[in-house]
């Protein structure tokens, strides 16, 4: 059994820093790319970034492209969130995601929900205005 439990989540004022976390667990634990999801209330659950393992290559969606980034380590099970100058518009439950995804191996800078299979049950990220 996979578990993904993410930390790091919290109330920051705009402008500020958090740092995210993920684990996995589970020795069937493979992946060919983890990556980080938001959800806002009201709305619907966003990409937010990724990293392939292999070449270790990084994928951001433009709302927090030059704000945001992602790190990890693949023999650690491990991934990070780097999140910089915080704006009330990143307000949302956060979510770390394992991928097995052969499609998102091949084309990882297209990546869509579905590629997705192993999920974090979300910390919730606030900033303040």
């Known amino acids: 059994q996979v578990q993904l439990v993410e930390s790091g989540g919290g109330l920051v004022q705009a402008g500020g820093s958090l740092r995210l976390s993920c684990a996995a667990s589970g020795r069937t634990f493979s992946s060919v790319a983890m990556g980080w999801f938001r959800q806002a209330p009201g709305k619907e659950r966003e990409f937010i970034a990724h990293?392939?393992?292999?070449?270790?290559?990084?994928y951001y969606a433009d709302s927090v492209k030059g704000r945001f980034a992602i790190s990890g380590d693949n023999a650690k099970k491990a991934v990070y969130l780097q999140m910089n100058s915080l704006k009330p518009e990143d307000t949302a439950v956060y979510y770390c995601?394992?991928?097995?995804?052969?499609?998102?191996?091949?084309?990882?800078?297209?990546?869509?929900?579905?590629?997705?299979?192993?999920w974090g049950q979300g910390t919730q990220v606030t900033v303040s205005s």
């Open positions: 995601a394992g991928s097995s995804s052969i499609r998102l191996y091949h084309f990882p800078a297209n990546p869509r929900e579905y590629d997705f299979d192993s």
């Open positions: 990293i392939a393992w292999s070449g270790g290559s990084t």
